[in-house]
């Protein structure tokens, strides 16, 4: 485990918990805008 470059692995991740957050920030106000004008999201059925 010493030959692990913490800052090194840490910058990628970091960056992808930020990019999950940002997606899930625009889901959520996307959600809530849906409700505003009573409308329905279509269900997409589509595998990660």
């Not at 913490?6 to 930020?18: A, H, N, R, S, W």
Request: net charge negative.
């Amino acid at each position: 485990m010493s030959d692990v470059n913490l800052p090194q692995l840490l910058t990628p991740v970091i960056d992808v918990v930020e990019s999950a957050g940002e997606l899930i920030k625009a889901e959520w106000a996307r959600a809530g805008e849906q409700k505003r004008r009573g409308g329905k999201d279509e269900v997409i059925d589509e595998p990660f």
